[in-house]
């Protein structure tokens, strides 16, 4: 899900729609990965393991199964960035779109992890000469 410059859980004042008509009018760009996270609702203890398919700086999109209910206040720790929270914007066909309620730099859940400042060394065996 993406940047709403105004609340993504109620009304745009200026213009009169949701946040699910606004859904379909986005214009910030997701950025397409693969990254695994971890979510629970909001206010709960267990976590669960989730596939994140697309994040951008306003929210993002999961692949949970069994799906969660439109409105449904949750939380997504996401590697280098942390816990967000969010609501449930849409869900379907195993897919979930989350709208933060806060916006975070996707571009922080690409850095690398570790500490190391280069890559490792490639070693490729000597050839032996008879």
């Known amino acids: 899900m993406d940047q709403i410059s105004h609340d993504p859980f109620g009304q745009d004042p200026a213009s009169g729609t949701s946040a699910e008509d606004v859904a379909y009018n986005r214009n910030e760009s997701r950025d ?8 629970r609702l909001q206010g709960a203890s267990e976590i669960q393991h989730v596939r994140v398919r697309n994040l951008s700086s306003g929210g993002l999109m ?3 199964p069994a799906g969660l209910a439109q409105g449904e206040l949750v939380e ?5 960035i942390g816990w967000v929270g969010g609501k449930v914007a849409w869900s379907a066909a195993g897919r979930v779109g989350i709208a933060f309620d ?7 859940a690409r850095k690398p992890i570790g500490g190391g400042t280069r890559s490792p060394v490639q070693y490729r065996p000597s050839l032996i000469k008879k």
């Not at 997504?76 to 280098?80: A, K, L």
């Not at 806060?102 to 922080?108: A, G, K, S």
């Open 76 to 80: 997504f720790d996401v590697r280098g």
């Open 102 to 108: 806060r916006v975070i730099d996707p571009m922080l």
């Open 32 to 39: 397409s990965l693969f990254l695994m996270a971890d979510y």
């Open 62 to 64: 999961a692949e949970i």
